[in-house]
């Protein structure tokens, strides 16, 4: 009987001259595939050949041993070639300039020498993680093309957020009516096109429609579509958005708005699958799956008579609540850089980055807006803004100190701010260890003991 293949060991590479530590590095990482090399072209040679996740680096390489020219030649070489690739950095003592001026080039971490082989086995471990969840969202947006909405790609650190994705993942596949129940520009209509996207039903179309936005006398029209001569200014036969979802997914925001005779006939859709056009008397079969969304809370609506009961256990078959950004801790961080990268491409090239009292600023609001909210401000700041980092001025913020709840047990409050300001400071750093150590005032094992604590490593 043929053993079964044990998967292949992931790929580090060494580029280090000291014959002496290279034995003792390799002897280090036994669940590694290491190649270890001692020279600028050599290193090169294998980022080419072996494609490794990790690379550790020596910046005193030769010809320049007591320098640096050679180092950051490459790792300059390996972020133009490979930018995707985790970079962790040497740093002698006295050297700390070079370590932070190499992260500043594209470098995950640096440490210190002598090597403290175990520290550094972290380091490396937790980049190959990060390489490792990178990769796989990659793969996945490369799955559904990129102008598609991908879960596995949503722009997030929150625990709580990927929870919904996950959710939304699972109920994709079934044929459900799904209802989100989430404030005002939480990305409801992002997660609906997701949901489509992740269906069976993504070859079809995805048709949205605001309830609230629409009259009350042409809503109707808009679902359900009207024949020629149905009403005044009815000049031809038009289909609704029901029919336009045929094979697809009609997401319904603000389903909260439909007023109550439109109600019933929803609800009939719902039961029979069938509709009738504005002027109509013939049946028309249509499959088209409902996903809704609304900020209002419909229970209490059913209660004062505005809402059917029957209709909202047809459009609630799962009920997913989108948290606001405000209860998405370092989320905040994460989508303004990405919106600013967006933006400066754009319409403003020479900005390239968050100032402090901005990225303090961010951290501190409480986003009443949510992600639109965020997005406007970013948009806003990237076009006024005159130097290379945007200011909290740009983005018309104040740091907000004040606490938003008090917590009266000291070991809860304790634990809830360490996992807020931990999270803020990881997000900020996009994960970097040293760099979230220093913005903490902690040393890097304690990091590493606190992360492992609250359950926090990627």
């Known amino acids: 009987m043929a053993q079964e293949k044990s998967p292949p060991l992931p790929k580090l590479l060494i580029v280090e001259d000291d014959e002496g530590l290279q034995a003792q590095l390799k002897w280090a990482y036994e669940d590694f595939d290491v190649t270890i090399v001692g020279d600028r072209e050599s290193a090169i040679a294998a980022l080419r050949a072996e494609e490794p996740g990790v690379v550790t680096l020596d910046l005193g390489l030769p010809p320049d041993p007591d320098g640096t020219t050679e180092g950051f030649a490459v790792l300059d070489a390996i972020m133009a070639l490979k930018p995707e690739t985790k970079v962790i950095v040497a740093s002698g003592h006295g050297a700390r300039e070079s370590a932070l001026k190499a992260i500043e080039h594209g470098a995950y971490d640096f440490y210190q020498k002598p090597v403290d082989i175990e520290a550094l086995g972290l380091i490396v471990r937790r980049a190959l993680n990060l390489h490792k969840i990178e990769n796989e969202n990659r793969r996945l947006a490369d799955k559904v093309g990129e102008d ?38 939480t990305g409801k209509e992002l997660l609906a096109k997701g949901l489509h996207e992740a269906s069976d039903r993504s070859g079809g179309s995805f048709v949205a429609i605001n309830c609230a936005a629409i009259p009350e006398n042409l809503l109707e ?25 045929h094979g697809g997914t009609l997401f319904l925001d603000e389903v909260g708005d439909i007023p109550l005779p439109l109600q019933v006939k929803l609800l009939r859709f719902l039961q029979e699958r069938t509709i009738e056009r504005i002027g109509g008397r013939k049946p028309i079969e249509v499959d088209t799956r409902i996903v809704c969304a609304t900020h209002q809370n419909l229970e209490a609506m059913i209660g004062e008579g505005r ?17 606001a950004l405000s209860e998405r801790p370092g989320d905040a961080i994460l989508l303004a850089k990405a919106f600013l990268n967006r933006f400066s491409a754009e319409m403003n090239p020479q900005v390239k980055g968050f100032a402090p009292d901005a990225l303090a600023a961010i951290d501190s609001w409480d986003w009443p807006g949510n992600v639109r909210e965020l997005e ?39 634990e809830q701010a360490d996992r807020k300001v931990i999270r803020h400071a990881l997000a900020r750093t996009e994960g970097n260890i040293s760099s979230t150590a220093k913005i903490l005032g902690i040393s890097r094992p304690t990091l590493y003991d606190l992360l492992k604590q609250y359950d926090l490593q990627g």
């Open 221 to 245: 029209s808009e679902l359900f579509g009207h024949e020629k001569g149905a009403f005044t200014g009815a000049v031809k036969t038009t289909e609704g958005k029901i029919e336009q979802a």
């Open 307 to 323: 809402f059917r009961e029957d209709l909202f256990y047809r459009l609630a078959e799962i009920v997913i609540k989108i948290p």
């Open 376 to 414: 406007n401000r970013v948009k806003r700041a990237v076009i006024m803004a005159d130097e290379k980092l945007v200011s909290a001025i740009d983005l018309d913020l104040e740091a907000d100190a004040d606490e938003a709840a008090e917590v009266l047990n000291l070991k809860s409050a304790r």
């Open 148 to 185: 598609k909405t991908v879960l596995g790609a949503m722009i997030t650190s929150a625990p709580e957020m990927v929870k919904v994705a996950r959710t939304i993942e699972r109920v994709a596949k079934t044929n459900v009516s799904v209802m989100l129940l989430g404030a005002s520009g």
